[in-house]
């Protein structure tokens, strides 16, 4: 089993940053991605970033390329989105993910483990 813990959200203004951590802990070897989607009020969950365990592939969606940025440490067995020129539109709980076999992919159903998800608000 893994368990993913995120943190990191909050209130911020348009135009300002954010950034979310999500550790794993448990059986983080298995792991073969981790990544991020969201959930906006009366929207479903979308795909907003990934990156491959060994951090020489990641896949971001259209609406957060050139802001967000994700990267990983695993040392500490922790991922980061960072969230930069942040819009009202990105106002969403924020979850991690993670998979232990096949690539990256923005199919929330083939991921196997997920966090409890951290709020994002964005005032304009």
């Known amino acids: 089993q893994v368990q993913l813990v995120e943190s990191g959200g909050g209130l911020v203004q348009a135009g300002g940053s954010l950034r979310l951590s999500c550790a794993a802990s448990?059986?983080?070897?298995?792991?073969?991605?981790m990544g991020w989607f969201r959930q906006a009020p009366g929207k479903e969950r979308e795909f907003v970033g990934a990156?491959?365990?060994?951090?020489?592939?990641?896949s971001y969606a259209d609406s957060v390329k050139g802001r967000f940025t994700i990267s990983r440490d695993n040392a500490k067995s922790t991922v980061y989105l960072q969230m930069n020129s942040l819009k009202s539109e990105d106002t969403a709980v924020y979850c991690c993910?993670?998979?232990?076999?096949?690539?990256?992919?923005?199919?929330?159903?083939?991921?196997?483990?997920w966090g409890q998800g951290t709020q994002v608000t964005v005032s304009s």
């Open positions: 990156i491959s365990w060994s951090g020489r592939s990641t």
């Open positions: 448990g059986r983080t070897f298995s792991l073969n991605a």
């Open positions: 993910a993670a998979r232990y076999s096949g690539s990256i992919t923005v199919d929330g159903t083939s991921w196997n483990y």
